[in-house]
T-cell receptor, first 113, second 114 residues
Framework: DTEVTQTPKHLVMGMTNKKSLKCEQH?????MYWYKQKAKKPPELMFV???????INESVPSRFSPECPNSSLLNLHLHALQPEDSALYLC????????????FGDGTRLSIL | AQSVTQLGSHVSVSEGALVLLRCNYS??????LFWYVQYPNQGLQLLLK??????LVKGINGFEAEFKKSETSFHLTKPSAHMSDAAEYFC????????????FGKGITLSVRP
């Protein structure tokens, strides 16, 4: 069982749709992360939230919009995505310092038609 | 600056054989090192971590890794492979400080032959 819960597990959407990915953790972690992972590749960092504030944006296109409503929740709002955005989107959380491991959810498998 | 090198993309071993997955790192400051495993259709699961305490680190599922500063290595081993060990393995490095990023190697696929 993973301690980071992501919903939905699978999502198929058209290029004009708007959808959201959700992530929840109850470990008291203050840092939360979004990653994008293509098949047979390592995760690529997209965003980092620290104490509910956006601290890192890895030059992600504006069609991806993160939101951290509170310390336990992280959302990723999607709009006007492209076929190349099809991937596994992973959420992770940690205590925030570099010596602390990140805990990953099982991801949302996103397919763009 | 930090980086991780995992040479090769695929390792195949027989069940019961030694597993050795190599990881070399580069870091301008003392590193923190992690091994993660990813099973199909799942997220990443932490196997073990090195955070400047003991250089020989034991993890879950019988895996261990040894930090060798002189060789800038953190190789993952398991004495006897099991079929259930078949997965993707990622080595990763981070540094001290808040907002420290986790930098992953490209990963290695481990296959276990019956």
């Amino acid at each position: 069982d993973t301690e980071v819960t992501q919903t939905p597990k699978h999502l198929v959407m058209g290029m004009t749709n708007k959808k959201s990915l959700k992530c929840e953790q109850h470990m008291g972690h203050r840092a939360m992360y979004w990653y994008k992972q293509k098949a047979k590749k390592p995760p690529e960092l997209m965003f980092v939230y620290s104490y509910e504030k956006l601290s890192i944006n890895e030059s992600v296109p504006s069609r991806f919009s993160p939101e951290c409503p509170n310390s336990s929740l992280l959302n990723l709002h999607l709009h006007a995505l492209q076929p190349e955005d099809s991937a596994l989107y992973l959420c992770a959380s940690s205590l925030g310092s570099g010596d602390q491991p990140q805990h990953f959810g099982d991801g949302t498998r996103l397919s763009i038609l | 600056a930090q980086s991780v090198t995992q040479l090769g993309s695929h390792v195949s071993v027989s069940e019961g054989a030694l597993v050795l997955l190599r990881c070399n790192y580069s870091s301008s400051v003392p590193p923190y090192l992690f091994w993660y495993v990813q099973y199909p259709n799942q997220g990443l699961q932490l196997l073990l971590k090195y955070t400047s305490a003991a250089t020989l680190v034991k993890g879950i599922n019988g895996f261990e890794a040894e930090f060798k500063k002189s060789e800038t290595s953190f190789h993952l081993t398991k004495p006897s492979a099991h079929m259930s060990d078949a997965a993707e393995y990622f080595c990763a490095v981070s540094q001290a400080g808040a907002n420290s990023k986790l930098t992953f190697g490209k990963g290695i696929t481990l296959s276990v032959r019956p």
